[in-house]
């Protein structure tokens, strides 16, 4: 339901039994839920369609707290400053897709470990050192220096195949984007990682979009 404020404040939160959020600029109010009381579609049930679709929303919002709590709060926050956009909105908008109806990640390579203004050098490569150990290398893009610093920090995301993405660890890295190479280690002992390299500006401000790699962190080939 659409709520015109006659002093032109938007509202935002509870109020009674209603809650008030905004969007695009308009404050909007929903109905909240009186806690034991079950909505429509809980009597009567829900097809298939609804439940996959509240299985990812829960497995997308489950990681987001567990991103915002144990990765950084403020990388989705930096990525949506200065638009009406919740930052958990945008987490949501470009991952829910990426998870099956039984909460499975099932496009790896188009999820956003991180989104951000920096812009990522072109044409980034891994190497597998041993033990577990990786090395990046990667050459800047003219262009790339307008948004990007020598100092900028190597940050790794990895989510194992073999692990709840809701429990993801954050790999251990090495390396500025001055250097033009960095290292990040995984668990030798998993059978498949999915890795999300991006960059950190020095001062904690500013990120760059991840970049996804599948690799294998033992013995074989690095990339399945």
């Not at 709520?3 to 032109?8: H, T």
């Not at 050192?129 to 610093?149: D, K, N, P, Q, Y």
Request: proline letters at 6%; one cysteine or more; a positive charge.
């Amino acid at each position: 339901m659409k709520v015109e404020n006659e002093d032109g404040k938007l509202l935002r939160g509870k109020m009674g039994n209603m809650i008030y959020y905004t969007r695009n600029g308009k404050t909007y109010a929903r109905r909240a839920r009186i806690p034991g009381k079950k909505r429509k579609w809980e009597k009567e049930g829900r097809d298939s369609r609804q439940a996959a679709a509240a299985k990812r929303f829960g497995t997308v919002t489950r990681l987001y707290s567990f991103f915002s709590r144990e990765v950084s709060a403020e990388i989705w926050r930096a990525a949506v400053r200065g638009t009406e956009v919740m930052p958990q909105n945008l987490f949501h908008r470009l991952n829910c897709g990426c998870f099956d109806g039984e909460g499975r990640l099932t496009a790896p390579e188009r999820f956003r470990f991180t989104e951000g203004r920096l812009v990522p050098p072109p044409g980034m490569r891994v190497e597998r050192l041993g033990g577990g150990r990786f090395a990046v290398t990667w050459e800047e893009a003219e262009g790339t220096w307008s948004t990007a610093s020598p100092s900028d920090r190597l940050r790794a995301g990895v989510i194992y195949e073999d692990i709840s993405p809701t429990t993801w660890p954050v790999a251990e890295t090495s390396g500025l984007r001055g250097d033009g190479r960095g290292e990040f280690r995984l668990d030798p002992a998993r059978p498949l990682a999915h890795v999300y390299l991006y960059f950190e500006r020095e001062d904690g401000t500013a990120w760059s979009p991840s970049t996804y790699f599948r690799l294998v962190p033992g013995d074989g080939p690095a990339e399945e």
